[in-house]
Every structure is written in C-alpha cells, then in structure tokens.
C-alpha cells in the first residue's frame, strides 16, 4: 500500500507512470483480483439507489425518443457483476456490456446471469488501459471503485471518455483523499505486521485480527465509518474479498476534488454533478455570515470548500462531455 502522501510513487519525473510500472501495476492488480473475487457480497448502499435510479430515468428519457438500437452501457471493471447484473434485471429494454481484466470474476459473472436469467449484458476481459473498438460507444458508462486501483488514471479516464457517447453520462466512484487517509495509514500499518510474520498465515485472518483488535478499536470505527452507507455492514465485515480490497490491495491512488476535476478536465470532459452531496451553504453552516462567505466563491472555490470541509472518503460524480454538461457544471 502506497503512503497517500506520495503523490509521485510509480511516476516519471513528468508525472506519467513509465510503461513498464504500468505493466507491473496491471499484473499485481490481476493477480489480486484472480484470488480474491470482488465483490463476493455486496449490499444495495446510498450510492447504488441513487445510481439505479438515474440509470432508471436515462433509459426511460430514451425509449421515448426515436433509436435504431438499444442504449448501450458499459460497466468498465465490472468484477463479479454484482452492481452491472442487477441493473441489467432491472433495465431488460437496455444492452449492457461488462468488462474487467480478471479472468475468474468475469467467469463468475457471467455464472450469475445465466442463474438469473438475464440475457441483455454480455461480458468481456479487457484491460482499460486499452481503447475500446472505435465502432462501440456507449450511452452510459459506469466505472464504479475501479479507477484509483488502474496503472494511470488520466489515460484510463481518456479512454473511458473515448468511449462515451457525445451526449452521454458517465458514473464514475473513486476514492477520496482527504476521507481516506487515515484509513490508509492503517493498512501501511497491516503491511508491516504482516512483513514479519509467518508466510503460510491467511492474510484475511491477520487482517481480521488487526481490525478487531489494533488500537483499542480504534482500527474497526475507522472502517466502520467508511462502510456506514451500507446497510448490512457487519455481513460486508466478514466477507474475505471485502477485507482484502480494502487493506492489502496492491495498488490504490487516492485524490482530491482539484486532483479528480484535473483528470475528468484532460479527459475532454466535465463534472456536471456531485451526487449525493447536498450543495446548499444552510446545510453545512449554521452562521448566516460564513453562507453568505460561501455563496461569494466561485463554483470551483465552493467545490474546494466543501471537499475540505465535508472531507470524503470517495467522490461519486457525474461526467459529461465538455459542452455538453448542463448550466451547473463547474
């Protein structure tokens, strides 16, 4: 686990990964993902009913237009197909495509549409470091906790652009730096325990044992905060695939909203929303004076100050083309 501080580990001095830290990145991440198939268990939280919702609204606004196909949507590293499947059940008239560099998670995804049934999403490997067909675009895209744990981010939010329709929508979910940091020095602390021990030793169960028993519980409120959004968080407690993603990932790059809006802006697009954070100052200050303070930013300053007060653990956002992002887009 890199030190969140870091801001250069794995770069050039240019600040691009060279193209052999890419591949290594890549190849520890598949091989992380071949073990621990995630999500094995994953509950419907706050960010999965706003998504289902506008995912929901988006396929009803096009049906009533005149098409000579069916919306597209990609889930870009799907894993197992928890959140692509149920949306698929729930979206019949849509085509969904999901794709993910691991093996054995696709394998079990595609396993989990045939149970259910569902035969409007198609599965595919695929390393997001590379373009999709210049042939396929899709309506929606939907990177969902995926793209802090890619070898670049910037080229793989490029690519995920590319492959947005020009009127499209793009979900994207990534870490938080500011909500995440302390979290993260716990797992540094997880690696080192675990540096020293024995190698035939389950990591899951050292992990568990850490959170349960590191800093008087102070491991486990900390964790516990950042899953709070669920609603059977103690069953997502215990679930293997979950502990491992959260503290031995290999690879994991938080950012900051000047950071995210940096790369979303490179990638010829636009942050058209901050889903599920309510902007209003009354909500944040109970002082007249510092709302009125607040109003006086600028819409970039306001993003800023809520970012550094409200200190995320992970930004859901909604993506547009630029131009194309409606009259709030910052």
Avoid at 25 to 52: A, K, N, W
Avoid at 62 to 91: F, P, Y
Avoid at 223 to 242: G, I, N, Q
Avoid at 294 to 311: G, I, Y
């Amino acid at each position: 686990m890199s030190d969140p501080r870091d801001r250069l580990m794995n770069e050039s001095r240019d600040g691009v990964p060279h193209q052999r830290e890419r591949a290594d990145v890549t190849r520890e991440v598949r091989e992380f993902y071949e073990r621990y198939h995630f999500p094995s268990f994953r509950p419907v939280e706050q960010d999965g009913l706003i998504l289902m919702r506008r995912l929901t609204q988006s396929a009803s606004r096009w049906s009533t237009r005149e098409h000579d196909r069916r919306m597209r949507v990609l889930d870009a590293g799907c894993g197992t197909g928890n959140t692509v499947i149920g949306l698929a059940k729930q979206n019949p008239d849509v085509q969904f495509l999901g794709i993910d560099i691991s093996e054995p998670s696709l394998a079990i995804a595609t396993d989990a549409a045939t149970a259910d049934g569902v035969g409007n999403i198609e599965f595919r490997k695929w390393n997001l470091l590379d373009r999709l067909p210049e042939n396929e675009d899709f309506d929606v895209v939907m990177c969902l906790g995926v793209l802090h744990h890619t070898a670049d981010m910037a080229l793989v939010l490029n690519n995920l652009s590319f492959a947005l329709a020009r009127d499209g929508d793009m979900f994207l979910w990534v870490y938080g730096l500011h909500g995440r940091y302390r979290h993260l020095l716990n797992a540094r602390l997880l690696a080192m325990l675990m540096a020293v021990g024995d190698d035939s030793e389950d990591p899951v169960s050292t992990a568990l044992d850490f959170i349960d028993h590191a800093g008087s519980g102070m491991v486990r409120d900390e964790l516990k905060s950042a899953t709070d959004r669920m609603a059977d968080m103690e069953d997502v407690f215990r679930e293997p695939a979950w502990i491992a993603d959260q503290l031995f990932h290999p690879h994991e790059k938080s950012v900051d909203i000047v950071e995210l809006k940096t790369l979303v802006k490179n990638a010829g697009l636009e942050l058209s929303e901050w889903l599920a954070v309510d902007e209003r100052p009354e909500t944040h200050f109970a002082s007249p004076t510092l709302c009125d303070r607040f109003r006086r930013l600028s819409l970039h300053k306001r993003l800023v100050a809520l970012d550094l007060l409200l200190k995320p653990d992970r930004y859901f956002v909604l993506l547009e083309h630029a131009g194309n992002a409606s009259s709030h887009t910052r």
